[in-house]
DNA sequence: TTTAGCACTCGGAGATGTCGAGTGCTAATA
DNA sequence: TATTAGCACTCGACATCTCCGAGTGCTAAA
């Protein structure tokens, strides 16, 4: 995009001005920053409307960004704007008071992000499938009950409490210790056929179902343990966005947002740590076509990635945004202990379990 | 509230005229069904209004009900909707198609109120303390590295990973079991004092924090068995009624709604099983004063309880509402199996206590 | 006791008028 | 040549006004 250097300048004031004021943005408005008189800043404004970069809402009103205009204005003129000292601790205050369980640590650090922004932020958990189980034990309560404790390639720990009316003695146990450590450790949730199973009901000499359903815990922890969750925080800021004063609008853009399959297919950035941003209608989805969307990822540890996506008007503060979110990114890294996998953080207990 | 039977029958044709189509009713508008002419309507609707049941917005509007005349309508008029065979069909495929999980079972259903009934729902989780732990296991995965299986009373399990640098030896692993499964059974979590802690150490001989890592995941895991928790589903919704077309209001209530800790605050129906209803001025929230909450608790097995609350105008649907509330409390125990604990439904996926 | 009729009230929708912010264009100026 | 001041013009926002009709309360007749 080569346009003047003056051009810019006036294109990044107007930006700025109407991202905090929400009103079309005059010639007047402006001029006293930029030292111009308004007549050259409404010859420069035309150009920039002739090309895109500005639109009238109608003859005599002032000037406001188009999406192209929004572009332009990320990738050339963006102040990268860093975050102050005091809100950086605020920010590290907050997030260390939340942050106590893994579980659900990306929708708590949504929520973080959205009492700072004042926009809604979706979160999304992206797990990478490929997880196999390392381990199997088996604790026997008594005759009728067997807890079913499964050990992941990264550490996490499941357990299952089974009941079997038939009764179970501890031969049986080391019996099923032995087959599943040996036959079920190392394989993907997907490798776990049928005939696999059947072959270990033979060797246990199990015929209560008991191998089957130790078999159907193994492929739900692996499955669950890589997850596609999605959480919603802060829809409630939306209604305080003039763009969204409209119910009709807000109810459509809320009810997107509240939609989990939706919220799935909305657009990642290329690497993890990265800020994408798209404006408008550079969404595929006709819902976010007059908004924004800021996302980053987050690498959650183990091959568990996480989506923190905030969405607003075009009219958003992306500067401020993007700051929060990488700022955040950054912090999550240090808190999950640089290459560190899941457990290790996951304490809300007390204890020297950190290595 | 001794009225005369033509006046509660013209009340009750106010309110759901009222209910349905959001405009004050006038008195030509229900003449037809009650079969007497609008003039006499207009007398009773006076006397009606004198009573305080009604209301008149601006002199030569329709009449609409005041929180009283809902109260009334709630308390004597309100007829007794049983849901259709379609409606229960639907409902209970929606609710097994759910429901999967017992962690979030709870969110679950109150999803599928706010899907069905068009109105936002708040779930709560009203765990109750004084839970204990039966019974300790360890499993010994490496010279540093300790499972730790914990079964409660209501037969949740949980489990912890623990590293220790020192190293552990399988007769250590043998004496914490004897002194964890003799000393820390039994317990409520505040009863789990450093004294008793410090004691055990002396007793198993560790100096290396060992016994006060599983103390401490023990009493996390008897705290967290009884979490209180706030899931809100179709906020959206709230959007659809004309009563939240002010965006400041129904952003205000929108706000409320995501505050988790003034959700708790709300109030429960006395009994599990029954459903409370409050309407407008009846909320102590100033936010909710125009606004009314159906709320119904269940019993989620063990000591846990859960609410379930939809919030919406005080032109609600009240006797739709509480009949697909009360039939999901029907619903909900016969999935947790009469009168069983947690687990025994949880026999598709994993359990509900893997960290 | 119920009903029909009638004058009255008041909110809502539409039409009209005014105001002012902002524009484009032109001519003067550095 | 680039910038600026001035001016006429445009058009939305807002306030005012009018009119319409739904719904009321009251009264008199059935």
New interface residues.
Partial sequence: MDISDRKKRILRAIVESYVETAEPVGSKAICSDLGLSSATIRNEMAELTALGLLEQPHTSAGRVPSSKGYRVYVNELMHDRTLSAQETFELNNALRQRITK??SLLADAGRLVADFTHYPVYALTAGSSGMKIR?F?F?L?DRNTL?V?I?LDN?????????FPAGIDEALVRKLSTVFNSGFTGLESSEMTHELVSACETACGDSEGIVA?VA??AI??L??AAPRQAYL????SI??HPE??D??K??RI??Y??DDTKLMTLPAPDESGEVKILIGPENVAEELSDSSVVVASYDLGGDVKGLLGVVGPTRMDYANISAHLSYLARELRIFLGGAGTL??L??????????
């Fill in positions: 893994l579980d381990r034990d604790i309560v807890i404790v050990m550490d996490q720990v499941k357990n299952k409490l089974l009941h359903s159907g815990f739900a922890a499955d669950e925080s802060g829809a409630a209604l305080e969204y004063r119910p009709d807000a109810q809320l009810a947002l509240s457990p290790q996951g304490s809300g207990p007390p204890g020297p379990d950190e290595k």
